[in-house]
């Protein structure tokens, strides 16, 4: 029930842009929480990523687990994406998020469901080194996919 109850957090994770978080955060500070989050994400897919490209010893476990972290913290990102963050300086959200949030949202969500089967499919006891480079790959595609869009260098 848990797996589940990630999985749909993670599919969900940029469903909405957390307009009703406004008032909850300052724009400096939701920034700044923006990228905490997204250096969960980055530490735990620089792992899984290791272990699909033969640098780490692959773990199935690991893998699943490192899945499920960043499905824990996925759904904050929504409280993130107030329109008040924009323009902030440090963020690195460009312009074009905010002109096309919902291909921006889109992208979020693909990313969400590909993270949710590879949580799924690392919970299997059959899950390998030949069934998790797909998966893995998916989810590293899904951060590529917002990154040449919409993450300034």
């Not at 978080?21 to 620089?46: C, G, M, N, P």
């Not at 460009?94 to 291909?103: I, Q, T, Y």
């Not at 899950?127 to 797909?134: G, H, I, T, V, Y």
Request: net charge positive; proline share 3%.
């Amino acid at each position: 029930m848990f797996k589940k109850a990630i999985t749909l957090a993670a599919l969900t994770f940029l469903g909405s842009t957390g307009v009703q978080s406004a008032d909850l955060f300052k724009a400096e500070d939701a920034v700044e929480y923006r990228q905490a989050i997204y250096q969960v994400f980055s530490a735990q897919t620089s792992v899984m990523g290791g272990m699909v490209k033969g640098k780490i010893p692959f773990d199935a476990a690991e893998i699943n687990k490192r899945a499920t972290n960043i499905g824990k913290v996925a759904p904050m990102l929504g409280d993130t994406y107030i329109p008040s963050t924009r323009g902030v300086k440090g963020s690195r959200l460009k312009e074009a998020a905010w002109e096309n949030m919902s291909d921006f949202q889109a992208k979020g969500e693909a990313f969400g469901k590909a993270l949710g089967e590879l949580i799924q499919a690392s919970a299997q006891p059959d899950f390998d080194l030949k069934k998790a480079r797909p998966a893995v790959g998916a989810v590293l595609q899904g951060c590529k996919g917002c990154h040449d869009d919409y993450k300034a260098k």
